[in-house]
T-cell receptor
């Protein structure tokens, strides 16, 4: 599968700040997914996007499916300590084989 | 609701030994099932997926194999482990939205 380009690789922010991360691909995807993984656990699905231009929120998280279908963005507003973890984007070109980014490691300092 | 069980949670095996990791799911019928491997806390790599009993698709040629003997059971195996097989193995289910199990941490020594 194709490796997605996810950035930034890591972020160190203060509690209360907003966070933005993105994922790009050279190919078109039909579905974009965002996951959060805590150490030693499996990834947890945060948001799923199915349509170009779609903007979807889940609490303080907002994600967008890029118009070109080659990118996606995740924003976290007013970060809190429990937001710490690794965030992964994943894209589905067709079929069932998800392609994953390498993750963005988020650290939140009080 | 759907639940994914994986065991064992952790495993330490010597090089050359066999491997069997099990994934079972509850709360769903005829799910698509997947095995992923994650190295060094990053980058999930799809190894196998199955759309039904006895149907296995391999994404990466390697030292591993998968089987699906029952609708809600997915097994990852190896006849002889290599050092490079160490990693965090995750079972997942779903179609367009995939949900992950708790994982098995495998260390090959």
């Amino acid at each position: 599968g194709q490796q997605l380009n996810q950035s930034p690789q890591s972020m160190f922010i203060q509690e209360g700040e907003d966070v933005s991360m993105n994922c790009t691909s050279s190919s078109i995807f039909n579905t974009w997914l965002w996951y959060k993984q805590d150490p030693g656990e499996g990834p947890v699905l945060l948001i799923a996007l199915y349509k170009a231009g779609e903007l979807t929120s889940n609490g303080r998280l907002t994600a967008q499916f890029g118009i070109t279908r080659k990118d996606s963005f995740l924003n976290i507003s007013a970060s809190i300590p429990s937001d710490v973890g690794i965030y992964f984007c994943a894209g589905l070109p067709s079929g069932y084989a998800l392609n994953f980014g390498k993750g963005t490691s988020l650290l939140v300092t009080p | 609701s759907q639940t994914i069980h994986q065991w064992p949670a952790t495993l330490v095996q010597p090089v050359g030994s066999p491997l069997s990791l099990e994934c079972t799911v509850e709360g769903t019928s005829n799910p698509n099932l997947y095995w992923y491997r994650q190295a060094a806390g990053r980058g999930l790599q799809l190894l196998f997926y199955s759309v039904g009993i006895g149907q296995i698709s391999s994404e990466v040629p390697q030292n591993l194999s998968a089987s699906r003997p029952q609708d809600r059971q997915f097994i990852l195996s190896s006849k002889k482990l290599l050092l490079s097989d160490s990693g965090f193995y995750l079972c997942a289910l779903g179609a367009y939205e995939q949900y992950f199990g708790p994982g098995t941490r495998l260390t090959v020594t």
